[in-house]
């Protein structure tokens, strides 16, 4: 079988580089196309994955996004034509969705964003197969919709694909005693992040002052920091960090990945932004993982770091079996959904 992989940020690197290995040690032909977002190049390279770069990403706003989805939709399309797969794969999946559609293809659209409305306009109408958590609670032709019980995360961060090493950590900014916390802050020029923004300069200071006072921090950052917090961005190695992440005391932000990325590794986490997902609210209500501070403000995100880090630890790593014990072998489903979408 030949597969077509589209990889447009560095989330999805790690939530496809798994299947891609089984199925390319299963005798699949594999193509990867990428988009020079962030680190997803270098990660790219560091897991060995050959890939093709189509499109840098835009600038933000409804005109840049515009122009990068006609400049990559031809320039997908003449390596589709050229590779001729038998089914077309992505997170999000705009692209692939219209390519496939256009060369009578399928295609498989894994997605778990449902604030995404633009996007999914764009995407859902044209894809073959779309398969989603079971708390993803957006609109959905279902009779396209397939939900499985788990989250993106688990792809790579399950305990049967991924274990935290300790030094490696400690190479990547882990304090050798005591607690270290992770802040995360986003760019917010994706396209499901039109009309938001994040934390301001005072917000961040508030922040980690109080976490501080508790412990190391350290910043992950998609944007520029202020002067004097740039001691606290993240110099680590991007392949590593969730070696850095699993052993944090827990972790505060505006990105619901890397919030879900420390849950499914048994780090609480305070999640801060004006927009949530299905998943982050899952992973409050139903195992106690994470605090919600939908209103980003001082306030309320200190009384929220303060609630869960309430918690104790031994609760923390209860809370988190269940939640392992509840979900799926996320890289397996992964698979054969884009197995299963080829016969479509």
């Known amino acids: 079988m030949r597969i077509l992989f589209d990889i447009t940020h560095p989330a999805h690197v790690h939530f496809f580089r798994n299947p891609i290995r089984m199925l390319v040690d299963a005798g699949h032909v594999v193509k990867v196309t990428s988009r020079d977002k962030d680190c997803t190049l270098q990660l790219l390279d560091r897991f060995g994955i050959p890939n093709e770069c189509l499109s840098d990403q835009n600038s933000g706003g409804i005109l840049g996004m515009a122009g990068e989805l006609l400049l990559r939709d031809s320039r997908l399309f003449r390596v589709a034509r050229d590779f001729r797969p038998d089914v077309l794969a992505a997170i999000g999946g705009i692209w692939v969705a219209q390519v496939g559609w256009l060369l009578r293809k399928p295609s498989v659209v894994f997605y778990d964003t449902e604030t995404a409305r633009l996007q999914n306009a764009l995407t859902y109408p044209f894809a073959t197969r779309i ?17 499985y019980r788990g989250y993106h995360e688990l792809s790579y961060l399950h305990p049967n694909y991924f274990t935290p090493r300790r030094e490696i950590a400690l190479e990547n900014g882990l304090a050798p ?69 699993a052993f944090c005391r827990a972790s505060v932000g505006e990105s619901a990945t890397m919030t879900s990325e420390c849950v499914v590794m048994g780090v609480p986490a305070v999640y801060a932004a004006t927009e949530s997902r299905g998943y982050v609210n899952e992973q409050a209500e139903r195992y106690g993982m994470v605090k919600i501070a939908p209103a980003v403000q001082c306030d309320e995100i200190i009384c929220a770091i303060e609630a869960i880090l309430d918690v104790r630890e031994e609760e923390i790593e209860k809370r988190h079996r269940r939640l392992l014990d509840e979900t799926v072998d996320v890289t397996g489903a992964v698979v054969s959904q884009i197995i299963q979408g080829a016969r479509k």
Do not use: N
Request: some cysteine; aromatic content about 6%; proline content about 3%.
């Open 177 to 245: 005693d005591g607690d270290t916390f992770l802040i995360r802050l986003v760019s917010w020029k994706a396209s499901h992040d039109v009309g938001l923004k994040g934390w301001s300069a005072e917000l961040l200071g508030a922040v980690v002052d109080t976490l501080r006072s508790r412990g190391r921090v350290v910043i992950s950052a998609e944007g520029d920091l202020p002067a004097h917090l740039r001691s606290l961005r993240y110099c680590g190695d991007t392949a590593q960090i969730h070696h850095l992440m």
């Open 131 to 147: 398969v989603v958590p079971e708390c993803y609670t957006g609109k959905l032709p279902e009779h396209k919709a397939v939900r």
